[in-house]
């Protein structure tokens, strides 16, 4: 396979799971500035953080009001963070590859894009933006089921699968993140920090479960209550749960250890592994959980760059 190949599948993978992940965000975020009291200051600012976008945000827009956020974040095609910008990627991408994906695959992803950009407006309505955003979700669904079940497990199909895992993974990192740096030091500007957390940490941890379509799997692997410390391990640790971060990473070794000179690469993971299985969620989530997740944004964007060294042009 040649290399500027591999790399266009492997960010089709990438920008896939983003576009997802971004429409996931927005939806969670906006149903829990709903069942949060007034007076908290959980706002919309909270989606431009968890994408790091603050300084390119803060330069274009003087206040983090609904309407800019929304349009920076869904329309904006200069914010390469944007879900439109995503999916214009997502489709070049795939254009220039079309002889490597499922012809299905190709069309379901120019239809996506197309989808989007005529129901901006939907986007940037609060009265249409769930159903707007649930259908880009579900269509993002749709086309990994159709990879899975239509592309040759090759060489192409394994960078589809590792930049999907990597771009998830990251993202979960993102959203625990938004648990513990972003809502609960902050949650009350009038009452006690920890009478805040006790009463409405269940509802935060809860909606983060929902973002990333893990309450119910938690639930039925817990039986117990939501609790941040519970909701860290699963989120960190569960190893059939697709979307939690061991899951991702052992994901990531299989397809790497299945590449050309992918087997040093693939003990890198084994290093961030035994990382997260050192640790005990109780004690990260009391103290050192934001610095944490910090260190494993950082290991991931060293797999990126190991593999953008390993594999592709630059």
């Given amino acids: ?22 429409a996931r965000i927005i939806n969670v975020n906006s149903n829990l500035l709903f069942d949060l009291p007034a007076g908290t200051r959980i706002g919309w600012k909270t989606l431009v953080e968890i994408l790091g976008s603050e300084s390119e945000y803060s330069d274009r ?18 914010n390469n963070s944007s879900l439109i910008s995503t999916l214009v990627m997502l489709r070049e991408n795939a254009r220039t590859t079309r002889e490597i994906l499922p012809t299905d695959a190709w069309e379901s992803i120019n239809n996506l894009c197309m989808l989007t950009r005529s129901g901006i407006a939907d986007g940037l309505s609060r009265k249409n933006r769930y159903h707007f955003l649930q259908e880009v979700i579900a269509i993002s669904q749709q ?4 990879l899975s079940s239509t592309m040759s497990n090759n060489a192409a199909y ?6 999907r895992n990597l771009e998830r993974a990251d993202m979960t990192t993102r959203i625990i993140d938004m648990g ?9 500007e009038d009452k006690d920090e920890s009478d805040a957390v006790i009463q409405y940490e269940p509802i935060l941890w809860m909606n983060i479960l929902i973002s990333l379509s893990a309450y119910q799997m938690y639930r039925q692997h817990m039986q117990s209550k939501v609790t941040a410390s ?21 994901q990531i070794k299989e397809c790497l250890s299945k590449l050309p000179s992918g087997n040093k690469l693939a003990k890198s993971i084994e290093v961030i592994d035994r990382k997260i299985k050192s640790q005990n969620a109780v004690s990260l989530v009391e103290s050192g959980l934001n610095e944490f997740v910090d260190d494993l ?7 990126n760059n190991k ?8």
């Fill in 61 to 78: 827009h003087s206040v983090y009001d609904e309407r800019s956020v929304m349009k920076y974040l869904i329309a904006d095609e200069t």
């Fill in 180 to 188: 513990c740096n972003n809502l609960l030091p902050h949650l009350i």
């Fill in 230 to 250: 519970d909701v860290v391990n699963y989120l960190l640790t569960d190893i059939e749960f697709p979307r939690a971060i061991m899951h991702c990473l052992t």
């Fill in 297 to 303: 944004q950082i290991d991931l964007a060293n797999i």
């Fill in 307 to 314: 593999i953008e060294a390993k594999w592709f042009l630059n």
């Fill in 143 to 146: 086309l990994n089921g159709m």
């Fill in 158 to 163: 394994d960078f589809i699968r590792i930049g």
């Fill in 1 to 22: 396979m040649l290399s500027r190949v591999a790399q266009r599948v492997y960010w089709i993978g990438r920008y896939m799971e983003r576009a997802e992940n971004i």
